[in-house]
């Protein structure tokens, strides 16, 4: 009778480890979405900053600003600057239209003298008087364009210089880059920005990628685009089960991460894999994961 008895309970435990094998998930991963940190790109008091944890921000808000006396009164003295100097550019350009006018005179001059000179009635004093009062007006035609290049060069560089704050005065205005959900906040209105500080970081959590970790003889039930079950807690009992696509799979092995709860598994080596997911708002980045293939050994009938 023992025997017997001892005979059930064997066949009993060998349907139920059987079961149990066909329940277990392939492989286990975490939540993780792509996370975009937001920086500082000026320096000065944080004027404005309407950023909170959890809130869901547009892409393209203006979310803060960040003071830019300063650089609103350098453009104004650049501006100031350049006025002056374009004035003096207009200047040389006005004498070297009349310079050149009256070389215009001096050539008909030359001209005629030319003329009478043949005919006898000028000497060659009055025509050389001429040529050198016209070589003279050359020089000084050339040296006038020489100065209205320097100062229009002078123009350029400023006017540079006016874009370059312009565009820093630009970047004073705190741009949110995508839509997505503020994640950490780590500054607060009134504190100084430095150029390059993190002021919050956001994460587009519409769609969450579950990253597994396989081993090579799960790689082909696997491949880029196939439909994945993925599950996770619902409660304490009971998972809630969506599909996924997987979007990558690693090339190379690696170990297993230590995050793997028992020794065994994380010695061997293994391929991570990522599961994009629609995400309704019950998955967290960092929530733990489970998923199932399709047609793996595994997969209950």
């Given amino acids: 009778m023992n025997r017997y008895l001892l005979g059930i309970f064997t066949g009993i435990a060998f349907l139920y480890s059987c079961s149990n094998d066909k329940n277990k998930p392939d492989a286990y991963g975490t939540f993780e979405a792509t996370e975009v940190m937001v920086s500082a790109m ?27 006396t300063d650089l609103w009164l350098k453009r104004k003295q650049s501006v100031e600057t350049r006025d002056a100097t374009a004035s003096r550019k207009d200047d040389v350009a006005s004498q070297i239209a009349v310079q050149e006018q009256n070389r215009e005179n001096i050539l008909i001059e030359k001209n005629r003298v030319e003329r009478l000179l043949k005919d006898g009635a000028a000497t060659q004093k009055q025509m050389d008087d001429i040529n050198a009062s ?25 006017a540079q210089q006016i874009a370059q704050l312009d ?8 741009i949110n880059p995508i839509k997505g959900t503020v994640l950490t906040k780590y500054a607060e209105k009134d504190e100084v920005a ?7 970081k956001i994460a587009d959590l519409s769609e969450i990628t579950l990253r597994a970790y396989v081993g090579g003889s799960q790689l082909p039930y696997i491949r880029l685009g196939s439909t994945i079950d993925v599950a996770y807690d619902k409660d304490e009992k009971t998972n809630t089960h969506i599909q996924g696509i997987v979007s990558w799979v690693s090339p190379s092995a690696e170990f297993t991460p230590k995050t793997i709860q028992t020794k065994e598994e994380r010695v061997n080596l293994v391929y991570a894999v990522k599961i994009r997911v629609k995400n309704d708002g019950s998955m967290k980045i960092g929530m733990p994961g489970e998923i199932r293939f399709i047609n793996s050994p595994n997969q209950k009938p």
């Fill in 42 to 68: 000026a320096t000065g008091q944080i004027l404005k900053f309407d950023v909170e944890e959890g809130q869901v921000l547009d892409s393209g808000l203006m979310v803060g600003v960040v003071d830019t």
């Fill in 134 to 158: 016209f070589n003279l007006i050359e020089k000084q035609i050339a040296s006038l364009k020489i100065q209205f290049g320097g100062i229009a060069s002078q123009v350029g560089s400023i």
């Fill in 167 to 174: 565009q820093s005065i630009s970047r004073s205005k705190i």
């Fill in 194 to 200: 430095t150029y390059g500080k993190p002021l919050y």
